[in-house]
């Protein structure tokens, strides 16, 4: 109750954007329900919730995880595959989980990628120096503008679904946040060449006022050089 206060008060000398955000996050469920249970975000649950959805971690499968900050995603893959099976990466810091490596850099740089594969050839036992799960939370600083927002995002899925093809193993799963429009249906299309399936998923635990979904895809056909 006395935190509660505090918050309030708080509230009140903060911009009326900061306000309301602070007063969703005091109400909001999955917010409350990360702090008792002791898990790093509220985002933790949307992976859960696509986990008991498709069945997609398993023992010892290697999971590398675009976005991971604060590391709710990593927490939640690492507990099912097992240590050292999680590779994460983030331009923000992230504080240390065990079995988890974590990478501090920008995806979006150019020797990104190449790096995210080096690393995955160090994983014991990872001859192949790919992976079974590619899983991407990230979101573009928003700009104010819908358009230029949603092409940012956009660059991100795509980014990320261009790493997927060259590093995920036969039958392998990519993850995707996405806020549906236009574009995000001609991904979906781009996915279908390469997955057995592709699925929209809006996990309960996402805000039912925002445009936010996720791009499910498994069965990964197509391994590329």
Known sequence: MVKTVQNLKKAKKLKLSSQKWLLRQMNDEFSNKAKAEGLR???????????????IFKKNKIVVDLGSAPGGWSEYA?????????????ILEMDNINGVHFLQMDFMQDNAKQDIINNLSKIPYNKSSKCDVVMSDMAANTMGDK????IRIINLVEDSLTLATKILKKNGCFIAKIFQGGSSDEIFKNL?????NVKYFK?????KDSSETYLVATGFEVERS
């Open 41 to 55: 975000s509220r985002a933790a649950y949307k992976i859960i919730e696509i986990d008991q959805k498709f069945k």
């Open 78 to 90: 690492v507990k099912k595959t097992g240590e050292n099976n999680v590779l994460a990466i983030d």
């Open 147 to 150: 358009r230029t927002d949603h």
């Open 192 to 196: 279908k060449t390469n997955f057995n």
């Open 203 to 207: 996990p309960r635990s996402s805000r």
